[in-house]
């Protein structure tokens, strides 16, 4: 089952303008990752925000977490378009102390940055 | 470092017959997921292994699909008899100790 869910399902953009992607769940996490996907390729990781974070930067990204509403935001400022893409949110939560983490996958916002 | 290898890259096939993935996953990296993608929709997890052993397969059809790890390293995925709901990309994934997940490009699995 899906954990996350992302909203919108789909974005169309300027360049130059900025994107906010949300994403809600369900359940308590460990932290809470961002994916990018291009078209016919893996997932690629963007950022990682933990449970007790809530608010994260990295480049022309910004993440924000808020754990009382179970829900995060991806913004992207100053869009190209080469930020094209498919973005997935992910909650991390464990499974036992020797095992990895699961990771549960949303259903992702299609964005496109119109040149 | 390599990224996580995959192959076949794409695959057709009849349903009722047999298919294998093959995974490569990151040198060192002790846990190894596969994940199931339909089009549209986010990755679904399949199976999830901790160096040879199995963490999670609850979302796995046992049925059709079987995975293993045996060496702790290189993974195999297969489905046998496939049905035209198995038409999705297969991704791999691997994960080093505290590290985000690394994917390889899948396999895209076409089922007629």
């Known amino acids: 089952s899906q954990q996350g869910e992302e909203d919108p399902q789909a974005l169309s953009i300027q360049e130059g303008e900025n994107a906010t992607m949300n994403c809600s769940y369900k359940?308590?996490?460990?932290?809470l990752q961002w994916y990018r996907q291009n078209s016919g390729r893996g997932l690629v990781h963007l950022i990682l925000i933990r449970s007790n974070e809530r608010e994260k930067h990295s480049g022309r990204l910004r993440v924000t977490l808020d754990t009382s509403k179970k829900s995060s935001s991806l913004l992207i400022t100053a869009s190209r378009a080469a930020d094209t893409a498919s973005y997935f949110c992910?909650?991390?939560?464990?499974?036992?102390?020797?095992?990895?983490?699961?990771?549960?996958f949303g259903g992702g916002t299609r964005l496109m940055v119109k040149p | 470092e390599a990224g996580v290898a995959q192959s076949p890259r794409y695959k057709i096939i009849e349903k009722r017959q047999s298919v294998a993935f093959w995974c490569n996953p990151i040198?060192?990296?002790?846990?190894l997921y596969w994940y199931q993608q339909i089009l549209g929709q986010g990755p679904k997890l399949l199976i999830q292994?901790?160096?040879?052993?199995?963490?999670?397969d609850s979302q796995l059809p046992k049925d059709r699909f079987s995975a293993e790890r045996l060496k702790g390293v290189d993974s195999t995925l297969k489905i046998q008899p496939a049905k035209l709901e198995d038409s999705a990309v297969y991704l791999c994934a691997s994960r080093g100790q505290n590290s985000p997940l690394h994917f390889g490009n899948g396999t895209r699995l076409t089922v007629t």
């Open positions: 992910a909650t991390d939560k464990s499974v036992n102390n020797n095992a990895g983490n699961m990771l549960t």
């Open positions: 040198s060192g990296h002790a846990t």
């Open positions: 359940t308590s996490i460990n932290n």
């Open positions: 292994f901790q160096n040879n052993g199995v963490v999670d």
